[in-house]
């Protein structure tokens, strides 16, 4: 028995793999890209083959597809959809444009399975025809972003419940931190105090912001363009097939507690003409990956030394250092993370260039939209969860190196100033500087106020937002120094 077989196309005939699903066209786009030897991501192959089996349905429910036929297209989709014949899928992301490439390759698959649980053979395009069938009311120009908005709301799926981790973990390290007095440094000079509490809700606020602020984005990947078929007309696709088919996906994507109301594009014509939903999302993402890259340095600052550096904070140790100096330790969960957001950073870019590509009815650039959103997805989520477990969880602080820079902070003054005056205070902090000598220490020194008045000012629980001092009323006759 030939390990070969033939396939026809109408640019001509090729021998092909006898136990490949796959057609002529695929073989034709693996010729013709050998790009970067990347496969599409698995939630997007999930993604149109679903779209297939609710396209399969709603052809066979309005009469235009034989109802065996259906159903073997039906059956043979939701093998894709739990993971089946993953290797069948072997066009490059970097492909023909709009994505066809990669399409054909998914009827070709659907439609040779098909053929076989229906008694036929591979590559004889009968009785499961890969454009007459599988393809039915479709064009690559609705199926392919309608897949890509699928796909990236499933990813979205497992981003949420990271940024959820890891804003919680902040949290909780808020907590635990809140009464851990620090100088607080703006321009990276000393300030007034803070509690390490405060910044480490500060940097799960600025989680929880960007986690809504992508939520919001991705509502408009729930316009669906599919049943635009060519150029936003319909042609080929009967009435109401719009509708059905996002309703159908909408049941079938069914993602455990998240609204997605996938719903059909009031003007498919812009659904198709227009990418700016990606970019919107994409921009989300760029946004979250430059707070995070924020966050990441300031963990390193903060974790710096030991000896050294600042060190008020130390970071969980992974792994060894170094190849050459002996008991050197890394933060290299937050490196790791910068590199990744670098990345993020850098794929917004690509697709905002290819969203402004398209040209009339179509942008043809989609290949390259769909694999850097969902590249981006995909580091983020694995690189919040390694980040969130293997760093922030097991962060543990240095009081009494937060405190001693507390005391020795120039910034100190500044709390002082409500007491000494202004001139009074800066002439304190410049002799404070000068000398070597706390601002706290020649305050006291001078009995411009009390070792127990400054132990007061440092009380976290009278630390308002921003590290400024709670205002309360002075007492009748109430002295500056005792």
Known sequence: MSDMRKDRDFLGERELPADAYWGVQTSRAVENFPISGLRAHPEFIRAMALIKKAAALENADAGRLEQAT????????????????????????????????????????????????????????????????????????????????????????????????LAASLEAKAEEFKDVVK???THLQDATPVSLGVEFGAY??????????????????????????????????????????????????????????????????????????????????????????????????????????????????????????PGKVNPVMAEVLNMICFQ????????????????????????????????SMEILINGLRVFTARCVRGIKADPEVCRRYALQSAGLATLLRPLLGYAKASELAREALRTGTSVAELAVERRLVSRERIEALLDPLKLGPGGVPKKRPRRKNERVAK
Not at 77 to 101: K, M, N
Not at 269 to 286: D, H, I, K, T, W
Not at 346 to 363: C, F, P, R
């Open 70 to 165: 259906a159903e073997a297209i039906v059956r043979a989709a939701e093998e894709v959809v739990r993971g089946g014949h993953s290797e069948q899928f072997v066009v490059d992301v970097f492909q023909a444009g709009a994505g066809t490439s990669f399409h054909m390759n998914m009827n070709e698959v659907l439609a040779n399975r098909a053929a076989e649980i229906l008694g036929g053979k591979r590559g004889e395009s009968s009785p499961v025809h890969p454009n007459d069938h599988v393809n039915m009311s479709q064009s690559s120009n609705d199926v392919f972003p309608t897949a890509m908005r699928l796909a990236a709301l499933m990813m979205l799926r497992r981003l949420y419940p990271e940024l959820e981790h």
């Open 183 to 185: 100088s607080g440094r």
């Open 204 to 325: 799960a606020g600025a989680v929880r912001r960007s986690a809504r602020h992508l939520r919001e984005s991705a509502d408009y990947l729930c316009e669906l363009g599919i049943g635009g078929t060519a150029v936003g007309s319909g042609v080929l696709a009967h009435p109401g097939y719009r509708e059905s088919v996002a309703r159908r996906l909408n049941d079938l994507i069914d993602v455990p507690g998240e609204a997605i109301k996938l719903r059909p594009a009031r003007d498919t014509y812009e659904a198709m003409q227009s990418f700016a939903p990606f970019a919107m999302v994409s921009g989300a993402l760029r946004a979250l990956a430059l707070e995070l890259v924020r966050i990441a340095n300031d963990l390193r600052l903060l974790s710096s030394g030991p000896r050294t550096g600042l060190a008020e904070i130390e970071l969980p140790a992974v792994q060894p250092g170094s190849s050459i100096m």
């Open 344 to 375: 993020v950073i850098g794929n917004d870019h690509a697709l905002s260039m290819a969203v402004q590509a398209g040209q009339l009815e179509l942008n043809v650039m989609m290949p390259l939209i769909n694999f850097d959103l969902l590249f």
